[in-house]
């Protein structure tokens, strides 16, 4: 059975700070994504990764992935206000579409 | 804007009714999903809809059927609603049957409250 498993669940930090959201996951799969939610609304794509090694990067943000370890990070940097939201990540299970999602990470940036 | 409309926003019913949620997926999307996110089971995927015949199955319980019509808007239909099934549910679309290399983009969802 695929799990997905993010980690940390919860953090809060100051802004300006780096910090690494870490997503792991059970079983083979070459792709993986980053959604953001914020409060009460709809889940919003950040990233596809779909091949070992990808790096993609948006603003502060930047996710990669490594197949091999079945590891995903979402690197944020100089961390601003405006990027406290829930960051998902989710995994394809056998290429049938049902993503299988991590429990989320809630991110509190204090300004 | 994601282009997936849901409606209703809010929806406030009592146990042992049936509700419908509606959703229209983004012009050009011929792939549905249906979503239950709740506190204590997060982000659990229940159904999957490609041009009009269902595709995928998730954790959907059997009082729960969706369909998708031949305009490409689906339907999730809730039935003998229990208090545990309050939750936020979202609908997704897609252009393709499957993943691949684009992202699902999510409606702003449905609150279900059960009383």
């Known amino acids: 059975e695929l799990k997905v498993e993010q980690n940390p669940l919860f953090l809060s930090m100051q802004e300006g700070k780096n910090y690494t959201i870490y997503c792991n996951y059970s079983?083979?799969?070459?792709?993986l994504y980053w959604y953001r939610q914020d409060p009460g609304k709809s889940l919003e794509s950040l990233f596809v990764?779909?091949?070992n090694g990808a790096v993609k990067q948006e603003g502060r943000l930047m996710a990669s992935l490594d197949t091999k370890a079945r590891l995903s990070t979402l690197h944020i940097t100089a961390a601003v206000h405006d990027l406290s939201a829930t960051y998902f990540c989710?995994?394809?299970?056998?290429?049938?579409?049902?993503?299988?999602w991590g429990a989320g990470t809630k991110l509190i940036i204090k300004p | 804007d994601s282009g997936v409309t849901q409606t209703p926003k809010h929806l406030i019913t009592a146990t042992g009714q049936r509700v419908t949620l509606r959703c229209s997926p983004r012009?050009?999307?011929?792939?549905v999903y249906w979503y239950q996110q709740s506190l204590d089971q997060g982000l659990q995927f229940l159904i999957q809809y490609y041009n009009g015949e269902e595709r995928a199955k998730g954790n959907i319980l059997e009082r729960f059927s969706a369909q998708q019509f031949p305009d490409l808007h689906s339907e999730l239909n809730l039935s003998s609603l229990e208090l545990g099934d309050s939750a936020l549910y979202f609908c997704?679309?897609?252009?393709?049957?499957?993943?691949?290399?684009?992202?699902?983009?999510f409606g702003n969802g449905t609150r279900l409250t059960v009383t």
């Open positions: 012009s050009g999307d011929l792939s």
């Open positions: 990764l779909l091949s």
């Open positions: 079983t083979t799969s070459d792709r």
């Open positions: 989710a995994v394809d299970r056998d290429s049938n579409y049902q993503l299988i």
């Open positions: 997704a679309s897609s252009a393709s049957s499957g993943p691949y290399n684009s992202p699902l983009h």
